[in-house]
């Protein structure tokens, strides 16, 4: 799995269909199908934090606003 | 072979006739002897034949058939002018005689030809992009990965224009409330270009900024050149950062929606574009996986642990359905034994029954033989006895035949009997009845006694 400081929201969405897919195939084994159920509730929480922060409603800032900020 | 010339019209003081190739070629001459000119007009009805390219120039007060030679027009590298388009073309008369299987034509040959005004921008636009594009500058930002969710996109767009709204409402309709990065700048002069392709950098040095969007309404091609700029659409071409661009309306196409990552028709929908994710669908998808995963996981683990219960149970059935047969065999094991002992113990018995049977047989052997010669003896005398007897009793049987009374109806008497079936023996007896049945050999037959007469 990607560490959480590159992984996207689309890499994660793909990446959890591709995890759903194998558990609906029913081929897993125990310890996969735990592993991957772990591993897609990370996904999981991941994608709702990264909605969560598009999700707090729109904050609109001058551009020399926003490099003051990044530069503070 | 040259034609017989025919009487001219009576009457007419006309020179002639002339055969008509002779005086088209002439008219042909005198046409082209016309001094060279300029002349500007819209264009009307272009049309491209095999050889030469065909249109009319026309304004309010007449037209001129044009006509121009196909590589010449090619070789201005602009697209075949729309009707409207003002132009200037330079040229002469000319006049083609046709024949006797082609129709004569006349045009304006012409030269060379300029597009004026707004047709000469897109003539110069055409130049541009072709160049940019031979240079493969449009194909840079739609390699670009597009965020499906960026946290922060930049808009560049004039402060106080309706587009600054559109992209608000855009946002909005997808349920995207992150942060936005607003670059104002002038849209339409002379200063527009460079203002634009500034903000644009600036926007792109932002680590933060994962999309931007560049957004004016329409106008007309002249307000919208600056979007044509050569300067802001390599920078674009260059940026690290994909560009949403959404200029005018998709009439006026600019070189910017050529360079940029995407082109859009209005800023709401360049909004969209930047956040291509609809977060509220988004979200619903979200929790319908988290659902599927929970349920997949508590499913494996139930199946699974249910199977080992299974498994478990294994063994201790396993016993039990052993311990059972044992049971089950011990028992037979007890019955066949106590079967055996008894078929054993009876044989025992039987052997000494059979054992005493045969000494008490030898015993009465000896005892009955002598019996035997006694009884020999005794039964002569016992034979002889019943000789006899059998002997008095056909006697008896003979003297009680002679008394049947049977014997005696047969003979022809007959036997009065009363209704109890006593024998009536006396006329005295006889005449006390009520009723007599007189019995004969072979039935009876009932009689009433007459009333003794007076």
Redesign the interface.
């Given at each position: 799995m990607a560490e959480a400081d590159t992984l996207?929201?689309?890499a994660a969405?793909e990446r959890?269909e591709a995890?759903?897919a194998r558990?609906?195939s029913g081929e897993?084994g125990?310890r996969e199908?735990?592993e991957l159920?772990q591993e897609?509730?990370r996904l999981?929480e991941f994608?709702?934090a990264?909605?969560d922060?598009?999700?707090?409603?729109?904050?609109?800032?001058?551009?020399d606003e926003?490099?003051a900020r990044?530069e503070a | 072979m040259p034609e017989r010339r025919p009487a001219g019209i009576p009457g007419s003081e006309l020179t002639g006739p002339f055969p008509v190739g002779v005086y088209a070629a002439r008219l042909r001459e005198r046409l082209r002897g016309f001094a060279r000119v300029q002349v500007f007009g819209e264009v009307f009805g272009f049309k491209a034949g095999r050889a030469k390219v065909w249109f009319e120039l026309r304004d309010a007060s007449g037209a001129l058939p044009c006509s121009m030679w196909r590589e010449d027009f090619e070789a201005l590298g602009i697209p075949a002018p729309a009707d409207g388009v003002q132009v200037v073309v330079a040229g002469g008369c000319d006049y083609y005689p046709g024949s006797r299987t082609a129709s004569p034509s006349f045009s304006f040959a012409v030269g060379a030809l300029h597009v004026a005004g707004e047709g000469d921008l897109l003539a110069q636009l055409e130049r541009l992009r072709r160049a940019l594009h031979a240079e493969g500058l449009f194909e840079p930002q739609k390699r670009l990965p597009r965020?499906?969710?960026?946290?922060?996109i930049?808009v560049v767009c004039g402060e106080h224009g309706k587009a600054r709204d559109d992209i608000?409402a855009g946002?909005?309709r997808r349920?995207?409330?992150?942060?936005?990065?607003?670059?104002?700048a002038p849209v339409q002069d002379r200063h527009a270009a460079p203002a634009v392709t500034r903000?644009l950098q600036?926007?792109a040095a932002?680590?933060?900024v994962e999309a931007i969007v560049v957004a004016r309404g329409g106008g007309s091609l002249a307000d919208l050149f600056a979007f044509c700029d050569e300067t802001l659409c390599r920078t674009v071409a260059l940026l690290r950062v994909p560009v949403i661009a959404s200029v005018g309306h998709h009439t006026d196409r600019t070189l910017l929606d050529d360079v940029a990552a995407v082109s859009c028709s209005t800023p709401t929908h360049a909004a969209e574009a930047a956040?291509p994710?609809d977060?509220g669908a988004?979200?619903t998808a979200?929790a319908g996986?988290?659902r599927?995963?929970?349920r997949?996981?508590r499913r494996?683990?139930v199946e699974?642990a249910r199977i080992l219960v299974r498994l478990s149970r294994a063994p201790a059935a396993h016993v039990e359905r052993h311990r059972t047969r044992l049971h089950q065999q011990l028992r037979e094991l007890r019955a066949a034994a106590r079967r055996r002992v008894a078929h054993e113990s009876s044989g025992n018995h039987g052997a000494a029954v059979a054992l005493s049977r045969r000494a008490r047989a030898a015993a009465t052997a000896r005892a009955s033989r002598e019996r035997q010669a006694a009884t020999h003896a005794a039964a002569l005398v016992r034979l002889a006895a019943l000789d006899r007897r059998r002997r008095d009793l056909d006697r008896l049987a003979l003297a009680l035949a002679a008394h049947d009374p049977q014997r005696t109806l047969e003979r022809g008497y007959a036997l009065v009997e009363d209704s109890a079936g006593e024998p009536v023996t006396s006329a005295a007896a006889a005449r006390g009845q009520l009723s007599l049945t007189v019995r004969l050999h072979d039935g009876r037959v009932p009689v009433r006694p007459e009333p003794p007469v007076p």
């Open positions: 996207t929201y689309e969405c959890m995890i759903i558990l609906d897993s125990l199908t735990l159920c897609g509730r999981v994608c709702a990264e909605l922060a598009v999700g707090r409603g729109l904050e609109e800032l001058r551009l926003l490099v990044l | 965020p499906q969710l960026p946290r922060t930049g608000l946002l909005r349920g995207w409330g992150g942060r936005v990065a607003w670059a104002f903000a600036d926007l932002c680590a933060e956040v994710l977060c988004a979200r979200l996986q988290a599927r995963l929970e997949q996981g494996a683990l699974r």
